[in-house]
């Protein structure tokens, strides 16, 4: 339910970023020169080296009018803050992976509220699409943290306070224990939801007979 909300949220958050970190809205777009009527690029594959999109498949002028709302607006390019710049491939993936499994996820909830209107029973491969969805979510926001983290980079506080500046005297022995006390524990709570999930997904759904969620058998009996 909050998912196409999300996305008008994202959008707000786009616009605040490219007012106060406009080199991560460059990374994130792939646009390496400042110009007018910027595409938006689909898909593309970076080239840091050589600081251009080696093949890019773009929506004409589509970056400038969802960032300014308006086709030929000025947008800079990575070229307005070298060498100060994050880098641009894990950033452009990042958030395509963030945005694609969003999209996804929106698309199924509607086509499910579709395919299942006036009480209609959902269809089963729909019910496994929804199945295969159990860590969308996770999955968005996994991306959604790389983009903000890689995306501030070199800086701590943007302008202010480089990474490099604010490393404390932590021992590697001390990384390796925090990092494994948290993979630990995440598996943890995994293995938890995947044991309740399981156990409710044998109770079955209506009347305890999964077979009457599917087109064609409600009500149906062993």
């Known amino acids: 339910m909050l998912a196409p909300l999300q996305a008008f949220v994202g959008d707000l958050h ?15 777009e792939a646009i390496w020169k400042t110009g007018k009527g910027v595409p938006l690029v689909l898909f593309a594959i970076p080239n840091a080296e050589k600081r251009r999109n080696d093949f890019a498949i773009e929506v004409p002028r589509g ?16 070229d307005a803050f070298a060498p100060d710049t994050p880098p641009v491939a894990p950033l452009f993936f990042a958030f395509r992976a963030m945005v694609g499994v969003g999209v996804a996820m929106i698309a199924l909830a509607w086509f499910g509220l579709w395919a299942t209107r ?50 404390g005297a932590v021992s590697g022995a001390e990384l390796g224990a925090s990092l494994t006390g948290y993979i630990l524990t995440y598996t943890l709570m995994l293995i938890a939801y995947m044991v309740v999930l399981t156990h409710l997904a044998g109770k079955g759904g209506a009347g ?15």
Not at 14 to 20: A, F, K, P, R, V
Not at 63 to 78: N, P, V
């Open 14 to 28: 786009g616009l605040n970023t490219l007012e106060h970190q406009p080199a991560k809205i460059a990374a994130i």
């Open 63 to 78: 970056a400038s009018l969802i960032l300014k709302h308006d086709l030929e607006s000025e947008l800079k390019g990575l």
């Open 118 to 167: 006036r009480g209609a029973a959902a269809p089963k491969w729909l019910l496994w699409a929804f199945a295969g969805f159990t860590f969308s979510g996770w999955v968005a926001v996994l991306a959604g943290w790389l983009v903000t983290e890689i995306g501030r980079q070199p800086w701590l506080v943007t302008g202010i306070l480089r990474t490099a500046e604010a490393t």
């Open 208 to 222: 305890n007979d999964p077979r009457a969620m599917l087109v064609g058998t409600a009500g149906a009996r062993p």
